[in-house]
């Protein structure tokens, strides 16, 4: 049923059936949302690392200097009752609505539900659960009634865009994303530092304990966590790492920033031309050192634009001005 990042998410495969095609919405005369959004200045950062611990299969590096434009980005992802407001305004239905199922982890299901629900060979913790969307994130009988500022999950990268279409916004650039991450700490690990728990205190949401059998909960959220859960970076932004991960406007390479004209663009780069993957940012609640070190700034990994799953979100961006 499905192609897979075994580490991250499941991805859907070219034998899926189309959904329902997407229409784009015209953006309100004035959008709230891009209104909200903080400046940035932009120019110049190292972007990428040539950590030890990270995956060098996943092109983090090498380090090489970029310069940006100034541009603006949300402080936090898009909430549920963000995505609510825009599929009201819009009658907006999602990819995950349109094939009928979305992927969801085993641990949040029901027996009854797990049990009819296909397992992801490769990974079989992530479970195809029919009626699993943004709507009803751990499938029928699930709600985000009391999880308003939560997260939006279920949404595909097509969905992302739909959302920017209406609120006159974008998609970040994978590398607007890092630089924003890192809230102006240069080649930090985390956007706080290079220690994961400093002083023992739990700065974002990942998986605590035993993957996957075993989650403590120990930094306060077993699944995903309100927006503004942990204390901001120095920027202002909210969850960079953890929590949910978040779609980028760009396509995914492991060596196009390597070479070529990808290697020689080091301005505002928009990342390779056309691809089968987008990039997604930041890890998710469901990221452990012993399988997947990926809520590091620096981390990367994709997915189809078609795919979804209940960790998989986004934040918004504009031009400046």
């Known amino acids: 049923m499905s192609t897979t990042k075994p580490c991250c998410t499941p991805g859907r495969d070219a034998a899926a059936p189309a959904p329902v095609a997407l229409t784009l919405a015209a953006p309100p005369r004035t959008s709230r949302v891009a209104r909200q959004l903080t400046g940035l200045p932009g120019g110049r950062f190292l972007m990428g690392t040539d950590d030890r611990t990270g995956y060098p299969a996943d092109g983090e590096g090498p380090v090489r200097a970029v310069e940006l434009s100034p541009f603006r980005i949300a402080t936090t992802t898009v909430t549920n009752a963000a995505f609510a407001t825009f599929v009201k305004a819009t009658g907006h239905r999602t990819e995950a609505e349109g ?49 308003q500022n939560h997260p939006v999950v279920h949404v595909s990268w097509h969905d992302a865009q739909a959302y920017c279409a209406w609120s006159g916004t974008r998609l970040p650039t994978e590398a607007e994303w890092e630089y924003a991450a890192r809230g102006g700490l240069e080649q930090a ?100 050192e012993s399988y997947c070190n990926r809520y590091r700034v620096a981390a990367r990994s994709s997915n189809t634009p078609d795919s979804s799953a209940g960790n998989i979100g986004f934040r918004v961006a504009a031009d400046a001005g």
């Not at 049990?115 to 009626?131: K, N, T």
């Not at 943004?134 to 709600?143: D, T």
């Open 189 to 288: 690990r985390y956007p706080w530092g290079d220690e994961l728990t400093p002083g023992g205190r739990h700065l974002c949401n990942i998986w605590q304990g035993v993957f996957p059998t075993l989650n403590t909960a120990a930094d306060g959220h077993r699944g995903t966590a309100p927006v503004t859960a942990f204390r901001p970076n120095g920027f202002g932004l909210h969850n960079t790492v953890g929590n949910v991960w978040e779609w980028c406007a760009d396509w995914f390479s492991p060596d196009f920033h390597r070479t070529g004209p990808g290697r020689e663009r080091r301005r505002d780069p928009l990342g390779p031309p056309d691809g089968t993957a987008r990039v997604m940012r930041g890890g998710s609640h469901m990221c452990h």
């Open 99 to 147: 094939f009928g199922y979305s992927y969801v982890f085993e641990g949040f299901l029901e027996p009854g539900l797990a049990a009819v629900s296909p397992a992801v060979a490769a990974v079989p913790w992530w479970r195809a659960v029919a009626g699993a969307s943004w709507r009803a994130p751990e499938g029928p009988g699930s709600s985000v009634t009391t999880r």
